[in-house]
């Protein structure tokens, strides 16, 4: 369990851009069925049952937040980059993720934020060791 909480929810180190991709994948999968399953308690006329399924989802997207925070933090370390740039990012996705609703001339806008999310996926990091890490594996 330690690994698993390590893996998804720790913010030292580097993380590579393949195992970034592929954890993000896993961790949406994983809260997403989280939260879906708590449709039964949804469904009870129960006002307790309506209550936990509300907690349920609560903590779903808690633990979703934290882990895309955690992988984009330690994958901007791969880059050489400190944490604190996450903040820019997660408001260039966030924007990116409305505009990419509205007209056309508004999604041509935001493609450039869109870019971002490719260079976190993609750009290879740091060949050497940086003040981060050793290579990831």
Known sequence: MKTLLHRYLSFDGRLGPGPFRNRSTYLGI???????????????ESPLGYQAGVMVVIVALALLAIGIAAL??????????????????AAAQSSWAFLAHAPLKTYVLGLPLAAIAVWIM??????????????PE
Request: charge should be positive.
């Open 122 to 135: 993609c750009w290879p990091g740091n060949r050497k060791p940086n003040r981060f890490g050793d290579v």
């Open 30 to 44: 994983g809260t997403g069925t989280f939260s879906i399953a708590s449709v039964p308690l949804f469904l009870t």
């Open 72 to 89: 984009t933090v330690r994958r901007l370390h791969d880059l050489g980059w400190s944490g604190y740039h996450a903040i820019w990012v």
